[in-house]
């Protein structure tokens, strides 16, 4: 059942949104719920889903030859998980395990990106949305990678 | 010397503590329990220092990290990273320390009293905000909501983690714990400490920070808190610098106009955030 656009906008990411586009993204959203160890998406896999958190918390990981499965980030309440689904070839760059059980919105990403590219003004005002988050994540990175924590030089 | 504060007794002569607990933390990181041998309570601000020595090994400025409501034990925590504290990490139960302080400005607590307060630790930052937890603990009600973000390089850096899961369960604090080196038996959220901010709401009008840990964390910190909308006046860093006199004196700790030793360590964001990305300062 889609998810009634009046939940919809209460999530952080269409916070703010126009009613006219919170509708048209009701009209392709699904209210899914994930078990523990289940996966959202596997890595290499189609990116055809786009997913908005409302509860739990999701590991990116992906396989690190020899030492197994890496955990990158995790991510929580409010956030976006899966961004592949913009940007061709369309496939899910790591891949996202059910850490603490997750209840989502999810939105079918084929729909929504033909829906972005024939209506530019519904299609910046997501990537308006999605590029803080990917700021965001980048800037997290970052700071993973310089070992902030690690012992004084 | 007109500028040498006015101390009653001379402020480099230090007292002699007896330590009557040493604990292991983590592998490079272990806590020592003092008793001033005058027996006289020992009384300090959360956020203050001490200057801590081995005898014959040099002094170093570590925070208090006790509980400020017991002023007969002096708890501070450290690690090991140069020779002061590798001398004090070589004593044990029953040795002597030798201490001057407490030292500088702590924690504007009246400020926080009644409001939201978000504590933001990164690895060995967290012991200066012991203080507060303890506070929190013995007087529920202080603060409307205790919210402690604490980040450490692995599960095995999480320090005090029994106190704060007790805390925790007796909800006195909301705790968000955070590692940023993958490790397989880790169930918890992966990334630096300011990764956990934007999950967090909070009444911009009602909510401090206080922040303590590496500078680059508590920068990149206080810019997400803002992107938040909360106001720059609300964030609060302890800084460190190599201290000597701990007065106000040497210069050694000397961030532009300021003396971390003496005007801080505890400064407001506002007051220091254009010396942050000076190179060399």
């Not at chain 2, 020779?83 to 070589?90: D, E, F, H």
């Not at chain 2, 920070?209 to 006046?233: D, T, Y």
Request: include cysteine; aromatic fraction near 12%.
């Amino acid at each position: 059942m889609n998810p009634s656009p009046s939940l919809l906008c209460e999530h952080p990411f269409l916070k703010g949104m126009s009613e006219p586009f919170i509708h048209k993204l009701s009209a392709i959203a699904t209210h899914l719920s994930f078990k523990a160890q289940s996966y959202l998406f596997v890595e290499g896999q189609k990116a055809d889903k786009f997913f908005l958190l409302q509860k739990g918390l999701v590991a990116l990981e992906t396989y690190f030859p020899e030492r197994g499965i890496l955990v990158i980030q995790t991510v929580g309440i409010g956030h976006v998980v899966g961004w592949s689904w913009i940007c061709p070839p369309f496939l899910w760059h790591f891949s996202a395990r059910v850490i603490d059980p997750v209840d989502a919105f999810v939105f079918d990403a084929t729909c929504l990106r033909q829906m972005m590219e024939e209506d530019p003004s519904f299609g910046y005002e997501i990537i308006k949305r999605i590029i803080p988050l990917m700021l965001e994540r980048l800037q997290a990175t970052r700071l993973q990678f310089l070992d902030i924590y690690g012992p004084p030089s | 010397m007109d500028h040498l504060p006015d101390f009653p007794e001379n402020p480099f002569i230090p007292k002699p503590f007896v330590i009557e607990e040493k604990k292991r933390e983590s592998p490079s990181v272990f806590s020592l329990y003092l008793r001033p041998i005058d027996q006289l309570p020992f009384y300090f601000l959360p956020g203050q220092f001490n200057m801590l020595s081995a005898i014959g090994g040099g002094e170093a400025a570590i925070s208090i990290a006790s509980d400020p409501t017991n002023p007969h034990i002096l708890i501070h925590t450290l690690r090991i990273v140069g020779n002061v504290t590798k001398a004090l990490s070589k004593l044990d139960k029953n040795d002597f320390v030798l201490v001057r302080g407490p030292y500088g400005r702590g924690w504007p607590i009246d400020l926080v009293k009644r409001k939201t307060l978000i504590l933001v630790a990164g690895g060995i930052g967290l012991p200066p905000l012991l203080p507060l937890l303890y506070i929190a603990q013995k007087n529920k009600g202080y603060f409307k909501n205790l919210i402690l973000l604490y980040g450490a390089r692995t599960k095995d850096d999480l320090l005090f983690m029994p106190l704060l899961y007790k805390l925790k369960a007796e909800q006195i604090i909301t705790l968000h714990v955070s590692v940023d080196r993958p490790s397989r038996d880790w169930k918890g959220q992966f990334g630096t400490v300011t990764a956990l901010i934007p999950s967090i709401s909070f009444d911009n009008k009602e909510t401090f920070v206080f922040s303590c840990g590496p500078e680059i964390m508590m920068r990149f910190m206080a810019r997400a808190f803002i992107q938040k909308n909360l106001p720059k006046e609300h964030i609060f860093f302890s800084m460190e610098r190599n201290m000597k006199c701990a007065i106000g004196i040497c210069g050694h700790c000397q961030l532009s106009p300021f003396f971390i030793c003496k005007d801080g360590p505890v400064f407001p964001y506002e007051k220091i955030e254009h010396l942050l990305t000076v190179e060399e300062l």
